[in-house]
């Protein structure tokens, strides 16, 4: 099997130390009208805030991470984060100079008031967990910067889904974000996101072990969070990329033709297992339900008239493989006036090369920081790519 270009694994730099904390943030009033009583925000922060506290950085993570954005493996934590070196004395996000936040998401399983946290009678909220929208995840992360004093960042950033929220921050809350950086994002969810999302969402609801979304304190639907995540995972890749790797191969040692598994097949099972190890599966729904109905325009006189609003110096990257959110979704949202920059990730990895392609993404939100030194910086995590099944 041919190999995708890549150099060899190696283990990151020792991450700095990360205040990890929970802020309670109040009431929130969603979107729907609803109000989410005594909301809870765990954060991770990395530098000091300076005197006027203009020095943060927000950095917002995607659809199943959470805010271990650079840090050490350990319990609960099974990498040492998702953008392993971007954080750091002299990293590309400097922490002798910067603040760098990153709170996981509401709705989500990583501290943060979710389906799994206790609702006000005490118990799981469940089924009850209301119905939530980026913008009320962007409105929970504006509470945690009003109670820690911040009026303002230096930049907002994030990818996919952190991407969408970092858009919406720049749209609803022009004057909170100087920079922004949006990546492999769209403005606004696609027919064929949400076509890729409703049968993932089915497969957990048909698990019989779901419940209706009351499973806790049980196990809940692992095998349909598996199924969701598999048809996720294939689309978070290319094609092209699947061919090169697993091609129609057996998994080493099996025969499909004899009731045994394609590598891929197992690849994908393997991504599957593993997110149910570290995922809540109504986390996944109320996630993947906000993210479906994420569109910058709405009630705001359409898209374009929404990224008029934008004041931030945007930054935009799309991935040149990305079947997901794709170039065009990209280029739509780099037409707003405030857009500075149009980087293309040049990748064959898909959607999931913002997570994959470092050295990329790090010189991206280093030149939109104005750190034109720093976007020389080598990448902490050089990678080998898999060449062949397992
Ligand atoms: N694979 C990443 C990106 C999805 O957008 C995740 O699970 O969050």
Request: glycine content about 12%; some cysteine; overall charge neutral.
């Amino acid at each position: 099997m041919a190999a995708l270009p890549g150099p060899e694994t190696v283990e990151p730099p020792p991450a700095p130390r990360a205040r990890r904390r929970t802020q309670s943030v109040g009431d929130l009033t969603l979107e729907s009208g609803e109000v989410l009583e005594d909301v809870r925000v765990t954060y991770q922060a990395w530098g000091r805030l300076n005197a006027d506290r203009s020095n943060a950085v927000l950095v917002l993570h995607a659809l199943t991470g959470d805010s271990h954005v650079v840090g050490d493996r350990g319990p609960g934590q099974p990498t040492c984060g998702w953008w392993p070196g971007l954080i750091g004395p002299g990293a590309p996000l400097d922490t002798d100079e910067w603040c760098v936040i990153a709170p996981s998401v509401l709705g989500g399983c990583g501290g943060t008031t979710g389906p799994s946290s206790a609702a006000p009678d005490g118990r799981p909220y469940g089924s009850s967990f209301p119905r939530i929208t980026v913008r009320d995840q962007v409105r929970a992360e504006a509470l945690l910067a009003d109670r820690l004093g911040i009026r303002s960042f230096a930049l907002v950033v994030g990818g996919s889904v952190g991407g969408m929220r970092s858009l919406e921050w720049a749209a609803s809350l022009p004057g909170r974000v100087r920079r922004c950086v949006v990546l492999a994002a769209s403005a606004a969810a696609s027919a064929d996101q949400i076509a890729w999302s409703v049968p993932q969402q089915h497969a957990i609801r048909l698990d019989p072990a779901f419940h209706g979304g009351d499973y806790y304190p049980g196990p809940g639907p692992r095998a349909g969070l598996e199924i969701a995540r598999q048809i996720a995972h294939a689309t978070y890749r290319s094609a092209a990329e699947l061919a090169l790797r697993f091609g129609g191969d057996a998994q080493s040692g099996e025969d499909p033709l004899r009731g045994g598994r394609y590598a891929v097949q197992s690849y994908l099972e393997h991504h599957g297992k593993k997110l149910v190890r570290r995922f809540d599966a109504n986390s996944y729904l109320a996630l993947t339900e906000a993210m479906n109905s994420h569109d910058i325009g709405r009630g705001r006189g359409g898209v374009e008239a929404a990224l008029r609003r934008i004041t931030a110096e945007l930054t935009v990257a799309v991935v040149s493989s990305d079947r997901l959110f794709t170039p065009a979704e990209g280029e739509r949202v780099a037409a707003a006036p405030a857009c500075r920059e149009l980087a293309v990730i040049d990748s064959p990895y898909g959607h999931d090369a913002f997570l994959i392609e470092t050295e990329q993404v790090f010189g991206i939100i280093a030149r939109a920081l104005g750190s034109p030194a720093r976007a020389e910086v080598q990448p902490p995590r050089p990678r080998l790519v898999e060449t062949g099944p397992r």
